[in-house]
């Protein structure tokens, strides 16, 4: 990780988050990065919002991995706090590097920071890789996602 | 769905919430009434945001039935909100009465009216009859659900 740093996103990285999001075997049927107008409103949503943390992972000021993090209040498990990570992807040419598996370590100890005692995430079931990614880094395969398109 | 309002949770109805959630397969052993005060923390940080719906459905002033819909902003498929269902619980008393159902089907028209474009929720693998419940519903297993325990 040396030539790394991870950090909130900016402004200005949404082009590129966005295009990373687009670049992938599921995103590329539901992102476009040629208008990026209604990536810049949920950009300013995801900002104004103190339990959401937009993050990249950058190569020098070049953002090449992202993910959300989601902080959510519950009462179940006395009153858990728990972190949800959303939107993982890491750049085409900087996977294989481990950088991913440091951003959702970083994740992981910002959920802890802030108190959570659970973090969660899914993943199409189609991704094999991710699965085997996310059981490395301890995470158990114990829930079903459901999905519900409106 | 005559005798009963969905509406949202008071500070008052976190101990009936509180009950339905411990009085679970798997919340018997997370969750305990006997001490209120970390659910009434949680439960003022949940009131506090906007994007957190805490919600009841009530039998007279009594709750029996509760769910938690939080609403997530994304830069993921173009920028879509998403609406996120937690904490499903009915009363022992009133399952297999459609209140379930009913319930689900409110945050799904919240979360449309809010403008999600996806709602979702994960349950788990050891709920075989939820499982079908959500799928009567319209909601698709299409991903897996990791946990990981901090």
Not at 23 to 47: C, K, M, S
Not at 104 to 132: N, P
Request: proline share 4%.
């Amino acid at each position: 990780m040396a030539d790394y740093t991870i950090r909130r996103a900016q402004r200005e990285d949404v082009g590129a988050i966005v295009h990373m999001l687009a670049d992938d075997q599921l995103g590329v049927t539901r992102d476009d990065p040629a208008d990026l107008e209604p990536y810049l409103h949920a950009f300013d949503q995801i900002d104004a919002d103190p339990n959401q943390l937009l993050m990249v992972v950058a190569s020098g000021d070049e953002p090449v991995g992202t993910l959300q993090l989601t902080i959510i209040p519950g009462l179940a498990r006395r009153g858990a706090l728990r972190g949800q990570i959303e939107a993982v992807r890491i750049h085409s040419d900087h996977r294989g590097s481990g950088l991913g598996a440091d951003l959702v370590r970083w994740a992981i100890d910002e959920s802890r920071r802030r108190g959570c005692t659970l973090v969660q995430l899914t993943s199409d079931t189609s991704r094999a890789e991710a699965h085997r990614f996310y059981e490395r880094l301890g995470f158990a395969p114990s829930h079903t996602g459901f999905k519900l398109k409106l």
